[in-house]
Each structure stands twice: as structure tokens, then as C-alpha cells.
């Protein structure tokens, strides 16, 4: 791969743990409440699958969505504007942090009712379909999402009627605390697929590079109506589920076995309950970054003082991101009415 | 016994008990096992009553709260957890078209002893999707009942009594009371379900409200208070079936009719309670109604937005001013 775009990869991973932590210091702070979910751990499927995309594809995600918009090309600070609020927010602050928009980057949103993703990524696929483009839908979903009813109304619409649409799981083993293997009775979710008729692979979520080829291969064949197909990426978070989470339910025995892409065993879970923290989980965990900054290193394309510089450039980035939202002023009730004027609306029906 | 429990320690309690003495209870949803539950409410319950009747589920709303109508309808007594109303829509199916209508479908052959609790209302900045509040919709369903506890010592009545009950309860509890506290007395005899309760006797005007918003009220009337108004609290608990009687007594004394609620205003729980109280009472009020509720918008999520999408203390003494008082 080209040293000019695993650079742009590794920018992005960086830019998405700095983004995600800093959220969380501010929400710490008390800047902003409600339910934030972190995406440290997984940044190699966001950041694998969005630069597959064109600018042409759309993008439906769900409510730990930062690092997807901030990788498809929304401004770090009118990211963090809507989680503080503000009125330059990419919503205006009306959405908040599970609710990202932005219409000019064909980012459809992010859903925070677990399954809503696939209908609407249907949707917008049906109009790519009937208007004949060349263009992709991205569907992002949890493992947990998988048992949602939505979930196989839509994928069978979408194999019934070819549309073009990427499924893309990212399978970080757990929906809140509860683990795969007590959620789902196939836990290998790009099985199900086949149920559907819908062709379907598993790969490492961790591996941004695979990630982006991979992903490359699909949103092509796809756009050239090869109809819809399941990616799961097998990932994990280092944090808890959202701020809310310490994410303690979580055996060090699991860490262990996913470091070395063992596949999890129930069994062991109950030889070893000993819970990590999660700093310990991000000191052992697989990290995407670390992968690629190492490969890139072996390879010659990166040296120390051009890692350096990337990482100064974002903390300036993210620094100003913050003190962007600080400044951003409160929306006022006046303009939520009449922006968004609803129920209002004083239409003339003749 | 007579301690002071947190609200979610109340409806813990209850659940313990309930299971404890009856072995047909059990519960089912998101995260209520091993988890604790998302509000602590089955806290503990998974480590004693194990994993068969504490089951942690699928996203499934829908298939595992139509499971608990399935195993009701067989005599068993489930206790649904819906994480938050916001995914009972979800569930909407289970709830309207199957255990609302099966024991009438079914011509009495079949009963529900089915309860479905679910947090809700508007937290602190859980954006438009997550501060719902379905309590207009829910109202409207012939078939269900809904509880809608306001303290420690309701929740844990209520809960025990929702069990007991062979029909389907909808049991709303709301996210901002988990955490308050309260004195539960388990000998004090608990009123009916659905029975209304003067919360504070007054002679000038008639609050009638339920669930955190009566919290609101109390302190609104205390303040009134200090400015020469005098007004009587009726907590609801109840909103299907509600007490009537109780609020029409209340109406005899004060003749002024004030209802708070958080839900939206249009088509709400406060239509259905001014319209039904305006008919039944019309000669005992002085003047028209007030209805103080939730502003007709999703939920923004902007901190200050938020709390002005919905009443506040000022907004319910600010109503009651608008009262003409015999001075
Ligand atoms: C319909 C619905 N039910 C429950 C929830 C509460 N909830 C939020 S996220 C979540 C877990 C989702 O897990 P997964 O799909 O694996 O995504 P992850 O959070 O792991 O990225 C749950 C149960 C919800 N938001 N929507
Ligand atoms: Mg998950």
C-alpha cells in the first residue's frame, strides 16, 4: 500500500483516539451529560471502511458514531460543538453525541435504538437503486444489534431486491454487558448472512490495512450492482460500554485470548474471573494503532520525527476543537421553534 | 419494617420478594442478570435466584416481551424490563396486540399476570431518542393498566401489587427517581394500585400530577404557600384506571383545576384528566382549567434547551398565579 495512504490511515486513528479521549475529560468535567460511547479500541473499522468510500457512498451508523464522522471528513470541532451543545454543533445541539448528521458528507446519522441502521441504509439504497448510480451504502451495526428483528427484515429486502448495500458488523464481542456467547446463538455473525443469500466474510478488525482493502474490493463490486454483502469485523473496546460503564465485567482471561486472536472460550471465562481495569485492557489489548505504527516503521514508511509531528498537529487539532465548542454559544429556545418549526408550521393546504 | 431505601432499592426489594415467595415470578430483559440491571434494580437477583429466572436477553424487545405474554398466558408471572420506554416501541406489538387483547380475544379464557417496567421520561441530556414518554399512547390501549409510582414506599407497593395482579401493567418508573430516597414501611397497609393520593392538603387550587413531576409540584407549593396560596397535590399513581373520585372530592373543596405532566401537551394524559374532570365537575370550577406540560418537540439535546422543553417548579407557580383567588 501506498506510504502516502497508510500515513492518512494512521492520522486518522491517532486523531480518533486523541478526539474520543478528550470527549471523555470533558465530559468528566461536567461540560456536557448523557450517554457518551467511546470508540478507542475499534478505530481500525472505522477508519478501514471510510477511506474505502468515495465521497459519492453513504454512511449510516449508530450512536458511537464520533470517529466515523470525524473520519469521513466532518470538522473535529463542529463534532465536539454538538456534544458540548453549542449551537455550531454539526446539529445545531439538538442531536448530541448518539445523533451526528451531516447531509453535505452523505453522513445519514447516527441511531441510538439498536437496529435502526438497516432499514434506513435500505432505504437510501432502494433511491441508489432506482436512480441507477454507482453508488454504495455503508450500514455500520453492533454484535448485539444482530437480534433485532430489523436486522433480518433487511437484510432479506436487501438480497431480495439487490441493493446496494455493505453490512459492515463491528463485533466487539459485547452489547452492554453482556457477552456474545450469552447474546447470540451463532456467534459468528457473517454466518447468518447466508440465510439471506447474501455473501458474507469475517476478518480482523484490528488490521487497518486488511480492513481497507478488503472494504475496497466490496464497496467496487457493489457499486457495480453486485448487490448487497456482509463484512463482520472482529474488534473490541477498550473502555466500558459509555461513560456510564467501568466495563469490570470483562475476565483478564478474555483479554489474553483475544491478544492472541484465540477464539473466546466460555469455558475459561469460569476458570479465571479476575477483572482488569480498562487501562490494563489498553495496556494488553491488540491496539490498531500500535499495529500500524509498527508495520509502517518495519517498512520504512514512518519514522519517529514524522510520527511526532502528526501527533503535535492533533493535539493543536483537538485543543482548537475545544475551545471552539466552548465559545460556540447556546442555542436559544426561539430559534429550536422556529428552525425546526414543528408542529407550528402554518401551511396553506388548497 | 421501616428503613429509608432509595427508590431503586425499593422496587429491588420488591422483586425479591415477590420471587422469593412465589416461584411462577421471573424476570427477563437487557442486562438484568450478571449486569445488575442499567438502574440496579435486579441487583443481587441473578446470584440468588439464578439465570433461569433472571434471564439476560437479546436486543429482541418485541419476541422477549411477547415471551412473557406466551409463558402468562400459561400461568406464569413475568416480570418484562424494558431497558428504557424509548425500546418499548419496539415492543409496542407485544404490549397492544397481544397482552391487551388476548383475555378479551380469548372471551376471559386467558389472563395476563404480566408486568412490563420500563425507566423513562426526560433524563439529563439523553437526546430526542432516549426521553420519551409514552404514557398518551399507553393510556389509550383498553386492556392495560399503568402504575406510575412516585416514592420508595409506592414503588415497592405498587410492584409487589402489579405482580399479584392477573391483568397486563405497564409499570413506569422514571429515570430522575432511582436515585431519590424515601422511607418504606412495609407494615403500613398499601392503598389499591390505583388509587390517588393526597400528597398535600390545600383549599385554594387542585394540582393533580404523577410519577418525578409530583415532586415538582410539592415544591412548587411550597412556595405558593408563601405567597398566600394555598394547594392541594393529588399524586395519581395510577393512570389507567384513574381515580376520579379522589380528584373530584379535591375539586369540591378548591374549585381550581391545575395538571402538570411531561409529556407533551397535545393529545396527552392532561387532556384526557382536564376533559374527563371538566365534565364531571364543571359546576364546581371557577374558571377554566390549566394544563402545564411538555412543549410539543423532540427532546433537544442542549442542556438548557432541555429543561425548557419541559415544566419546571417556575412554570407550575407561575400557572397557579394565573388563578383568580378571593382575596
Ligand atoms: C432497541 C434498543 N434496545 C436497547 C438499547 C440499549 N442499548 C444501547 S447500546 C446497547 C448494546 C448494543 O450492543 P452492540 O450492538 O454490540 O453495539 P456496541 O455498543 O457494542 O458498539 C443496548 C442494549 C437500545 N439503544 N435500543
Ligand atoms: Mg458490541
Redesign the interface.
Known sequence: MEREQIHKMLRDMLRARAFEERAAEEYSKGNFTGFLHLYPGEEAVAVGVIHAAEPSDYIVTTYREHVHALVRGTPSKAIMAELFGRRDGVCKGMGGSMHLFDAERRFMGGYAIVGETYPIAIGVGYAVMLRKLPEAVICFFGDGAVNQGTFHESLNMAALWRLPVLFVCENNHYQIGTEIHRHSAVTDVYKRAAAYNIPAEKINGMDVLTVNRTTQRLLKQIRSGGGPYLLELETYRFRGHSMADPGTYRPAVEVHSFTTQDPISIAAHEIELNYPTTDQIAEVGPDCITLLTQHAQEKGQLIEQELALMKDDIAKEIDAAVDFALQSPQPTLEECLDDFNINQRTEILI | MREEKNYWQALNLALDMAMAEDSSVFILG??VG??GG?YRVTEGLYAKYGEERVR????????FTGLGVGAAMVGMRPVVEIMTI??A??ALDAIINMAAKIPFMSGGQYTIPLVVRMPGGVA???????SQRLEHTLMNVPGLRIAVPSTPQDAYWQLRQAINSNDPIIFLEHELLYFTKGILDSSIEPLPIHRAQVRRKGKHLTIISYSRHVLLCLQAAEQLAKQGIDAEVIDLRSLKPIDWDTCAQSLQHTHRLLVVEEDCQ?AGSGAEIVTHLTERCFFELDEAPIRVAGR???T??????EA?SIPQVADIIAAAQRFRYPS
Open positions: 437487557e442486562d450478571l449486569y442499567t439476560d436477553t437479546p436486543i429482541s424487545e418485541n419476541s424509548n425500546f416501541l419496539l439529563k441530556q439523553l437526546a430526542a431518542q432516549h397535545f410539543d418537540i423532540p433537544p439535546f442542549n442542556a438548557q434547551l425548557a
